[in-house]
């Protein structure tokens, strides 16, 4: 059985790309930042996004997993400065800390 990628997904994944906070606050400020948990694949819930797969991206939100970047979540990330990865599905940008990239602290 082979594995294909939807022409979509491609084009979504051609457009992704590592980012820094810096150049993501302004999208924030404007209200277009999406977060997606670290265990999705970002690429897979933009495409759900473009394609208007209202409920898997409706079942995501539900379950915390997708959403509008709060400000507690940009205080952090603009505390740590850690590698995000982003893409755009016009008017939102979707932003992912990876999993692996992700350092535990102990409080």
């Known amino acids: 059985m082979t594995d294909s990628i939807s ?5 979504i994944l051609g ?4 980012i820094d906070w810096a150049e ?3 999208w ?3 209200g277009q930042l999406l977060w ?6 970002l690429v897979a819930v933009a495409e759900a996004i473009a394609s208007d797969d209202k409920d898997l991206v409706a079942r995501l939100m539900q379950e915390g997993r997708l959403g509008r970047m709060s400000d507690e979540q940009a205080a952090d990330l603009h ?9 755009v599905v016009r008017p939102w940008v979707l932003v992912q800390e990876p999993v692996t990239a992700r350092r535990v602290t102990h409080h």
């Open 24 to 26: 993501l606050a302004p």
């Open 15 to 18: 457009e992704t790309a590592a």
């Open 7 to 11: 022409p979509l997904y491609a084009e």
């Open 36 to 41: 997606v948990a670290g265990d999705l694949d």
């Open 79 to 87: 505390q740590r400065d850690p590698e995000l990865w982003a893409t």
């Open 28 to 30: 924030f400020a404007k």
